[in-house]
């Protein structure tokens, strides 16, 4: 843990120092005076960034309050992801000024006057000038989109409805509600109301069963226990069924012991339960209407990509499952969804997944949608669909890390189930 955040501390250096460049190459003509703020400011930010991670070498930031916690490593993941943007500009300014330098040194070669003048436009503004200066306003746009997403995005939750069609659906369940709900992260919310607000909004669309699909916790279980009696009012006919996440585990935790980290699951586990919540570990269940019935499947968390540990085993919750005419799995990671299921699994129609949360920060607009983690996760939202079985992400209802969203809202979806 002190290795690799002293790595990280390291990396980030070298950045800053990169970035300082620039900042002194734009501020050479600015009064000295002038300069000395900036640069100033600049370390003093840099200098707040290195005092937060630094102090979790000796403090545990899990014992850290909880808004000091949260804001701080906002602050950092802020100001750092900012600074992506900014690198991009400098490195196509330092790219321009090597190719200027071989052509100046092989024009000398070959006795060529050097084109001192090459690095400036009709404005009068030199090309450095140009790139860097377009490279501060273009980082400053994610910075406020950041600091907007903090204080409105996070709570913006929105309703997606889906109508899905499945051939061989029992007619008992036609218009059948299903409510999926995904990465709650309770550890993340500072008070009850904004988890009142999504409960009263899962309850209003009048589901016929809730589904969640994984990570209630960032770490502990005792992080839930202030929202059991908000979460507990989740209400559908056929009850909540969920299952376990990456983060449910504890595995970004460091514990005491192995008993230590045990003795948190099974007190999480036990959390579902005394909500109401069927969960399904490695399990199966069915869900009847007139006599009619719909399969429910449950692994616990199975990843494709192997940062992620793998506990679910779904040939285990299969066994001894008689296939109903329709069959749900609910899988925290979507990955799981090509690698086991696809093809392979051909009784599943419905696989509902969550876990990237769309990475909090994307863009969406009609036609078009863009986010970071799509160069991680193929399947990171909405529905996808192959030879009649079907994927769908939703993209979370809390946050975690950044406590915000940009572009990539928190999502509650409704299935409406139809045979035609």
Request: net charge positive; glycine share 8%.
């Amino acid at each position: 843990m002190v290795l690799r955040t002293l790595f990280i501390l390291v990396v980030l250096f070298i950045i800053d120092l990169y970035i300082f460049q620039g900042i002194r190459f734009l501020a050479r003509n600015l009064a000295p005076s002038t300069s000395r703020i900036v640069f100033i400011g600049f370390w003093t930010v840099t200098g707040i960034c290195f005092l937060i991670l630094g102090t979790g070498i000796f403090i545990d930031w899990h014992h850290w309050p909880k808004p000091l916690r949260t804001y701080s490593f906002a602050f950092v993941f802020v100001t750092y992801f900012s600074k992506l943007f900014l690198i991009l500009f400098l490195l196509v300014d330092d790219i321009f000024r090597l190719f200027q330098w071989i052509s100046n040194s092989v024009g000398k070669l070959f006795g060529v006057k050097p084109d001192i003048a090459g690095d400036a436009v009709k404005s009068g503004i030199t090309r450095s000038d140009f790139i860097l200066k377009m490279g501060f306003i273009v980082a400053s746009i994610p910075f406020a989109a950041l600091i907007v997403g903090m204080i409105r995005g996070k709570y913006e939750y929105q309703v997606r409805k889906v109508r899905l069609n499945l051939a061989q659906l029992p007619d008992s369940f036609k218009g059948f509600r299903i409510v999926q709900i995904s990465d709650i992260h309770t550890g993340s919310f500072m008070d009850k109301a904004p988890l009142e607000k999504a409960v009263r909004m899962v309850n209003e669309l009048k589901p016929d069963v809730i589904f969640f699909t994984g990570d209630l916790v960032n770490d502990l279980h005792s992080e839930v226990v202030p929202f059991m009696n908000t979460l507990a009012g989740l209400k559908a006919t056929h009850g909540v069924y969920s299952i376990l996440g990456n983060h449910d585990y504890g595995d970004y935790y460091q514990w005491s012991s192995r008993e230590a980290k045990s003795e948190n699951l099974r007190r999480l586990v036990n959390a579902h339960k005394e909500l109401g919540w069927d969960i399904l570990l490695d399990e199966h269940r069915h869900i009847e209407k007139n006599g009619e019935r719909i399969s429910v499947i449950g692994v616990q968390n199975w990843s494709a990509r192997m940062n992620f540990a793998r506990y679910g085993n779904l040939q285990k919750a299969l066994s001894g499952l008689d296939f109903s005419p329709v069959n749900i799995l609910l899988s925290h990671d979507p990955s799981h969804w090509k690698a086991e299921v696809l093809g392979k699994v051909k009784e599943i129609d419905l696989t509902l997944s969550g876990h990237t949360h769309g990475f909090q920060f994307g863009v969406e607009i009609p036609g078009f949608k863009w986010s970071p983690v799509q160069y991680i996760y193929k399947e990171w939202s909405d529905m996808y669909s192959e030879n009649n079985q079907h994927l769908y992400v939703n993209r979370g209802l809390g946050f975690l890390g950044y406590p915000g969203r940009v572009g990539i809202l928190p999502e509650i979806t409704v299935f409406e189930l139809h045979n035609s």
